[in-house]
């Protein structure tokens, strides 16, 4: 049997013009799937569980800050804390502190580190569901803008840094919180533990109270329970 010549200048046409262009096509689609999936700065695990409310909503005065965000939620889990949260490489960077943060630099309340959260996160107040991550209410107390203050040598300690070393020092530009806040990894409790620490500042209060700030939302006025009501 002859072999048909037009059917090898076919095959040899596919193999030179062919295989190049899909191999072409698939590292195109590569080079897209790179591109659109660049993988965040992690610090810990991240929460991403976001109610639908806060994960689709861009516009928010949160949401809009041109500096590195703060916000601490008064949340009603299991047990009342307050989640002191730093946005941090794009996430925010978590501690839970049980008596919340105070004016006074004579009080040292301890923070114990929590999985890091989504941005969007922050917008959040309402209730989150039995069976959820942190379910009960959630309330944002304070929130604003916050710089690093945080220097080695004369030179500015990259925030990420300042985590991984144990010694994060910001001044804090919120609604209730204001001026520079530290925060210590100590070593006194068997699970990894912090210290928040009011610095000596012109925002420090010297006298001992039960609250520093009022209690209710900076978003809606409400307090705690009347969110756990509501919703």
Known sequence: ???????????????????PFFLLLFLAGCFDYAK??????????????????VRDD??????SATKPIFVVQKHAASHLHYDFRLEIGGVLVSWAIPKGLSANPAEKHLAMPT????????????VLPEGSYGAGAVMVWDTGTYHNIKHHD???VPMDEC???????????????????????????????WLCIKMNDEHAVHTKKAHYFNEDSV?????????AKEG
């Open 1 to 19: 049997m002859q072999n048909n010549p037009w059917r090898n200048r076919n095959f040899v046409w596919t193999s030179i013009f062919g295989c």
């Open 36 to 53: 659109n999936h660049k993988p965040k700065l992690e610090i810990g695990r991240i929460i991403d569980w976001i109610p639908d409310q």
């Open 58 to 63: 861009k516009k928010g005065s949160i949401m």
């Open 115 to 126: 999985p890091d959260h989504e941005y969007s996160y922050a917008k959040f107040e309402g």
């Open 154 to 156: 004369g030179k500015l």
């Open 163 to 193: 985590v991984k070393n144990g010694h994060v020092e910001v001044w804090l530009d919120g609604h209730k919180l204001k001026g520079g806040y530290a925060l210590i990894k100590t070593h006194m409790h068997a699970k990894p533990s």
């Open 219 to 227: 978003l809606s006025g409400r307090t705690i329970e009347q969110i």
